[in-house]
């Protein structure tokens, strides 16, 4: 079983940028994907962004230009860079890994956005 543990959610201004982290239990070298996701109030979870073992990366279409993910093998961790917040980037931020041993899910970390 692996465990996330998301970091680094908070209050921040419209223009305000954030970092979210994603510690894995396990090596990063072991999980194929790694992908962070969100929920808003009374909206379903959405994918923000991934990255493959290879450090390929995919960006929902509303990100792209602001959100870079990235990974440090050695630290067994996943970010996602957060600039040029907007109030519709407010909700729970959601790590998921996916590999041989199955897919999991972080517990979350909220993102609000305001002024």
């Known amino acids: 079983q692996v465990r996330l543990v998301e970091s680094g959610g908070g209050l921040v201004q419209p223009g305000g940028s954030l970092r979210l982290s994603c510690a894995a239990s396990?090596?990063?070298?072991?999980?194929?994907?790694m992908g962070w996701y969100r929920q808003a109030p009374g909206k379903q979870r959405e994918l923000v962004a991934t990255i493959t073992r290879a450090g390929d990366t995919n960006y929902a279409n509303s990100v792209k230009g602001r959100f870079t993910i990235s990974r440090d093998n050695a630290e067994n961790t996943v970010y996602l860079r957060m600039n040029s917040l907007k109030p519709e980037d407010t909700a729970v931020y959601y790590c998921?890994?996916?590999?041989?041993?199955?897919?999991?899910w972080g517990q979350g970390t909220q993102v609000t956005v305001s002024s």
């Open positions: 998921r890994s996916m590999g041989s041993s199955g897919l999991y």
């Open positions: 396990e090596s990063l070298g072991s999980i194929n994907v």
